[in-house]
C-alpha cells in the first residue's frame, strides 16, 4: 500500500483486482463492485455476478442449490490466492475470507478479515 493512498484509492483497486480475479478465474466479471474497509475487515459486494447460464438454472430451487455449491468450491479452491491478493494490496495478512450470494438478487458477499484496524490507517 502506497504511504500516500487514500482509502478511497485502496478500496477502487481492491475493487479491481476481485474483477479481474473474477474474469480470469471465474468466466466473467460482475457489473458492479462496491468495497468498504471497515476496521479490520474489507467488505465487497459483487452485483451482476450470474452468467446466463446460471441464470437459466437459477429459475427453480435445485438450480439455486448447484450454482450456490458451485460458486462456493470455485470460491474455496481460490481461497489461497484471494488472500494472497488481499495481503499484496494492503500490506495487511488476512486471516479469514467468509462469503455467500444471493442467486435472487445475483450478488456475492466477500469478507476477508485481518491481523489489523487496516482502516485506523487513514484517520
Known amino acids: ?47 451482476g455476478v450470474l ?15 448447484l450454482i450456490k455449491e458451485v460458486r462456493k468450491q470455485l470460491i474455496e479452491g481460490s481461497r489461497e490466492m484471494l488472500n494472497e491478493m488481499i495481503q499484496s494490496i494492503t500490506g495487511v495478512e488476512v486471516l479469514s475470507l467468509h462469503s455467500d450470494m444471493s442467486i435472487k438478487m445475483g450478488e456475492r458477499f466477500i469478507v476477508f478479515t485481518l491481523a489489523e484496524d487496516l482502516e485506523s490507517r487513514f484517520r
Open 1 to 47: 500500500m502506497s504511504v500516500t493512498q487514500t482509502k478511497g484509492q485502496l478500496e477502487a483497486q481492491i475493487a479491481t483486482a476481485i474483477t479481474q480475479f473474477d474474469r480470469e478465474h471465474l468466466g466473467r466479471g460482475p457489473h458492479l463492485v462496491r468495497v468498504w474497509i471497515i476496521q479490520d475487515m474489507i467488505l465487497l459486494r459483487l452485483q
Open 51 to 65: 452468467t446466463p447460464a446460471e441464470e437459466k438454472l437459477a429459475r427453480d430451487s435445485e438450480g439455486h442449490r
